[in-house]
């Protein structure tokens, strides 16, 4: 197949790289070429690091690289594609003009999928003419370990369109599961309940953030603790998630005030360097500040 990844961050190069993997012939599209050599960088790292491990042999590697190209033309990224990923930000603006630029350019049977975690894709299929084609194919980070991939079905979502969702994501060795377009689906909105209790547990002084995310790898064997995934995934896109469910479902997601303080203050976790966590190269090397007064 021919797959076309829009945006060429963390998600998006996770996810033109296992599509490389499994043999598909992919371009990867970004607003700023330094964005995509970004993108196509780490994931040469990746398979690096994957070789080092033997996961990945070096033949295997080159040629995931052989099948993988970048652009910053939308046009030459999606015109031949049999299926079009976007992972831009998560802005449902961004997202109607980004979907409503790649109708123009693809064939009537072309597959628009978005990586959103939390946006209704009921919306984002609405700015499209055609939007039986819509699906949401939400994946995880990092997306060359994390083997699900949830499905999301927009009310407009042909049976067709679904079915071939399903051989797309079996096809790239991931494990689908399909959920309805619902606020944070199922994934999002369980993740980020835990979250946001964890949280408000660090704000109370209930027990340190290291010993929170200790409770959950080691009392339910989670591979990551949520204080720990928040910082990852980043607090600013936490927050945006949280006001999002809180208009949608309610105030039990009301996002508690050390999060907004947080991001107020530019602690938006692993990308920044400081989030509940310090962070130096990529790993944690402190705790920010004295969890019992944040």
Same mark, same amino acid.
């Given at each position: 197949?021919?797959?076309?990844?829009?945006?060429?961050?963390?998600?998006?190069?996770?996810?033109?790289?296992?599509?490389?993997?499994?043999?598909?012939?992919?371009?990867?599209?970004?607003?700023?070429?330094?964005?995509?050599?970004?993108?196509?960088?780490?994931?040469?790292?990746?398979?690096?690091?994957?070789?080092?491990?033997?996961?990945?042999?070096?033949? /295997?590697?080159?040629?995931?690289?052989?099948?993988?190209?970048?652009?910053?033309?939308?046009?030459?990224?999606?015109?031949?594609?049999?299926?079009?990923?976007?992972?831009?930000?998560?802005?449902?603006?961004?997202?109607?003009?980004?979907?409503?630029?790649?109708e123009?350019?693809v064939?009537?049977?072309?597959?628009?999928?978005?990586?959103?975690?939390?946006?209704?894709?009921?919306?984002?299929?609405?700015?499209?003419?055609?939007?039986?084609r819509?699906?949401?194919?939400?994946?995880?980070?990092?997306?060359?370990?994390?083997?699900?991939?949830?499905?999301?079905?927009?009310?407009?979502?042909?049976?067709?369109?679904?079915?071939?969702?399903?051989?797309?994501?079996?096809?790239?060795?991931?494990?689908?599961?399909?959920?309805?377009?619902?606020?944070?689906?199922?994934?999002?909105?369980?993740?980020?309940?835990?979250?946001? /209790?964890?949280?408000?547990?660090?704000?109370?002084?209930?027990?340190?953030?290291?010993?929170?995310?200790?409770?959950?790898e080691?009392?339910?064997?989670?591979?990551?603790?949520?204080?720990?995934?928040g910082?990852?995934?980043?607090?600013d896109?936490r927050?945006?998630?949280?006001?999002?469910?809180?208009?949608?479902?309610? /105030?039990?997601?009301?996002?508690?005030?050390?999060?907004?303080?947080?991001?107020?203050?530019?602690?938006?976790?692993?990308?920044?360097?400081?989030?509940?966590?310090?962070?130096?190269?990529?790993?944690?090397?402190?705790?920010?500040?004295?969890?019992?007064?944040?």
């Amino acid at each position: 197949m021919q797959v076309a990844v829009l945006g060429a961050g963390t998600m998006g190069h996770g996810i033109a790289q296992v599509s490389a993997m499994a043999g598909h012939d992919v371009q990867v599209r970004d607003i700023d070429e330094e964005f995509v050599a970004d993108g196509l960088a780490a994931i040469e790292s990746n398979l690096e690091a994957g070789i080092k491990r033997d996961k990945v042999t070096q033949n /295997e590697a080159d040629a995931t690289l052989n099948r993988l190209s970048g652009t910053t033309s939308l046009e030459a990224a999606v015109t031949d594609a049999d299926i079009v990923i976007e992972a831009v930000p998560e802005e449902m603006a961004i997202k109607h003009e980004t979907v409503t630029d790649v109708e123009s350019h693809v064939a009537p049977d072309t597959i628009i999928a978005s990586n959103t975690s939390s946006l209704s894709l009921t919306e984002i299929a609405s700015a499209l003419d055609h939007p039986s084609r819509a699906v949401g194919l939400h994946f995880f980070n990092p997306v060359h370990i994390m083997k699900l991939v949830e499905i999301v079905t927009a009310e407009q979502s042909s049976d067709e369109t679904v079915e071939r969702a399903h051989e797309f994501v079996e096809g790239i060795e991931k494990t689908p599961i399909e959920v309805m377009d619902s606020p944070g689906f199922a994934s999002s909105r369980l993740g980020v309940a835990l979250g946001v /209790e964890s949280m408000r547990m660090v704000e109370e002084g209930v027990a340190s953030p290291e010993d929170i995310d200790t409770a959950m790898e080691l009392g339910y064997n989670h591979p990551m603790g949520p204080i720990e995934l928040g910082d990852v995934v980043g607090l600013d896109v936490r927050l945006d998630i949280l006001e999002y469910l809180r208009e949608e479902l309610g /105030e039990r997601f009301k996002p508690p005030q050390i999060l907004k303080r947080k991001v107020r203050a530019g602690k938006l976790g692993k990308k920044s360097g400081e989030g509940f966590y310090l962070w130096e190269d990529g790993e944690v090397v402190g705790t920010s500040g004295d969890w019992g007064d944040s």
